[in-house]
Structure formats: C-alpha cells, structure tokens
C-alpha cells in the first residue's frame, strides 16, 4: 500500500529565505506526482504535476524535482514570502494503484515578514 | 469561468439525518473524486468514479454513498450510519492520470 510521508510537519522561516519541503513515498512505481497548496478553510489549489518521465517543473518562484527511484521529491520555494504561508501537500498516483491520488499529511509553512 | 463547484459551504446536520453534499465540473473531466480532512489526519479518500455510472470505494466509504448519472456530477450522501461525520469534504476531478482539481469545500458539522 503506498503511503507518503512530508517532513517537517511545519517550518516557519523570515521573509526572503529559499527553503525546500520534502516528500517520500514508499511505491516508486508512480504516474505522477503533484504539489498542492491549501489556505486555511479552502479547498486545494494544484501547483506543480510532474509526470513520472520527468525529473523537474517550474512555475515561477517554484520548482519540484522527482527522484522516482528513491521515492522522493521536493518542493523548493525561491525568495519566499509571507502570501506563500498555507499548508503544502504533495500526493502521488501508483500504478496498478487504481489511479487514485494518495496523500501526504502536508507541511504548514509560515513565512514571517 | 470553469472549474468545480461543492455547495452549501457549511452544512449542519442532526443525528439520525442523510445528507447530500453536491459537486459540479464542467471542465469535461472523466474522473471525479471525495475526500474527508480532519485535523492532523490528511486527506482520505472515501470514493471515486472513473467514468458515468461506475464508482469504487476508497479508504473509508463506510456511511457514505455516491451516483454518477452524469459526467458533470457526483454528489455524496452522508448516511445515519457514519458515526462522525463532521468535517471537511473535498470534491476533486481530473482527467485519466492527470492533474487533479479541487472545489472549495464542504464544513459538515453534526448538531
């Protein structure tokens, strides 16, 4: 069964660092994987896809890389800022996995100004 | 302006109630999906369909039920039978193995 797993539970870092969330999981037989950011009481909002063919996407300030032998994948955030504050969860979809999307518990950052 | 629609926002329930959380596409998305969130759990997978009038179960669709007459539509029954039901409901579609969108969410609170 896979499971994904992001440390830190939560990082809180000052305005203006570059700082790196981390995701693993356990089946590396994926399709994709995806990052999503969450605001408190708000639904999810889809950042980055990367399929399991590539290694890395960009969108602006964010790059996710996909080490799909090792399970892993981060999530690096360039001259962060205090809007970027929200709950960032990574989820992968397994093959043979029913074409589910699986997902970690997040990692809650806070940005102060 | 496409993309997901969950209404009511909030929700109240009393016990021994069904009751029917709704989402709406029109992104033309073949996959549908419902999540539970609590506090300190992630998101749990309770059903999804692949394709009209096809679902599975996913992790925890024990009190919940679905349909899927239309491609647009999935709603979710809570049924008496789910024994904690308050939460937070997300809906999500995506193509076969594509990018998944959200709805904004559904609170469910039992009163």
């Known amino acids: 069964k896979q499971e994904v797993t992001q440390i830190p539970a939560a990082l809180s870092v000052p305005e203006g660092e570059n700082l790196v969330l981390n995701c693993s999981f356990t089946d590396s037989a994926i399709y994709n994987l995806q990052w999503f950011r969450q605001d408190p009481g708000k639904g999810l909002t889809s950042l980055l896809l990367i399929q399991s063919s590539q290694r890395e996407q960009t969108s602006g300030r964010l790059n996710a890389s996909l080490d799909k032998s090792s399970g892993r994948s981060t999530l690096y955030i360039a001259a962060s800022q205090p809007g970027d504050s929200a709950t960032y969860l990574c989820a992968v979809i397994t093959q043979g996995g029913s074409e589910k999307l699986v997902f970690g518990k997040g990692t809650k950052l806070t940005v102060n100004p | 302006d496409g993309g997901i629609t969950q209404s009511p926002k909030y929700l109240f329930r009393k016990e021994g109630q069904n009751v029917t959380l709704s989402c709406e596409q029109n992104l033309n998305h073949d996959a549908m999906y419902w999540y539970r969130q609590d506090p300190g759990q992630g998101l749990r997978l309770i059903y999804y369909?692949?394709?009209?009038?096809?679902?599975q179960k996913g992790d925890i669709a024990e009190g919940y039920s679905v349909s899927r007459e239309k491609k647009e539509s999935f709603p979710l029954t809570v049924t008496s039978a789910q024994k904690n039901p308050t939460a937070f409901y997300l809906c999500?579609?995506?193509?076969?193995?594509?990018?998944?969108?959200f709805g904004q969410g559904t609170r469910l609170t039992v009163v």
């Open positions: 369909s692949q394709i009209v009038n096809d679902f």
């Open positions: 999500a579609s995506s193509i076969t193995l594509g990018q998944a969108f």
